[in-house]
């Protein structure tokens, strides 16, 4: 299991044994806002209020993408090979293995008041739904 904090951590745990991977924390400049783990498991993707950052759990590679605001929402593609994230100047596509991003930003929203709160990538990663409140 993985875990984000307003302690500003992300912490790995061993279900088994209900404790805490120490060695395995991370500790960051901001609070954790959202967590999403990869289905295959490859990858963990953690969002401040100032960054995302993706991990790749066997290698601790780590890429950072900076600059942008809030992220609200993310998810990642079921071949596990995109991570989309929602904030309030839009929403980004971009690819797990290289960093770069494919595509976006789209700003959809009507009045400066609407946030994207949840998006999901269909299973073929052709489509992705918004909702904005």
Same mark, same amino acid.
């Given at each position: 299991?993985?875990?984000?904090?307003?302690?500003?951590?992300?912490?790995?745990?061993?279900?088994?044994?209900?404790?805490?991977?120490?060695?395995?924390?991370?500790?960051?400049?901001?609070? $954790?806002?959202?967590?999403?783990?990869?289905?295959?498991?490859?990858?963990?993707? @953690?969002?401040?209020? #100032?960054?995302?950052?993706?991990?790749?759990?066997?290698?601790?590679?780590?890429? @950072?993408?900076?600059? !942008?605001? @809030?992220?609200?929402?993310?998810?990642?593609?079921?071949?596990?090979? !995109?991570?989309?994230?929602? #904030?309030?100047?839009?929403?980004? $596509?971009?690819?797990?293995?290289?960093?770069?991003?494919?595509?976006?930003?789209?700003?959809?929203?009507?009045?400066?008041?609407? *946030?994207?709160?949840? !998006?999901?990538?269909?299973?073929?990663?052709?489509?992705?739904? *918004? !909702? *904005?409140?």
């Amino acid at each position: 299991m993985i875990s984000g904090s307003c302690d500003q951590t992300v912490r790995r745990w061993d279900l088994r044994e209900g404790k805490e991977i120490k060695e395995a924390r991370k500790v960051y400049e901001d609070f $954790i806002n959202k967590v999403r783990l990869s289905r295959d498991g490859r990858w963990v993707v @953690t969002a401040t209020s #100032s960054e995302l950052k993706v991990s790749e759990v066997e290698t601790g590679i780590v890429r @950072t993408f900076h600059g !942008l605001p @809030t992220f609200i929402c993310i998810d990642i593609s079921a071949d596990s090979t !995109l991570v989309a994230g929602g #904030s309030s100047d839009g929403t980004r $596509i971009w690819s797990l293995d290289t960093g770069k991003l494919v595509a976006g930003p789209f700003n959809i929203r009507r009045d400066y008041s609407d *946030l994207i709160t949840s !998006l999901r990538l269909s299973e073929d990663s052709r489509k992705l739904a *918004l !909702l *904005l409140e």
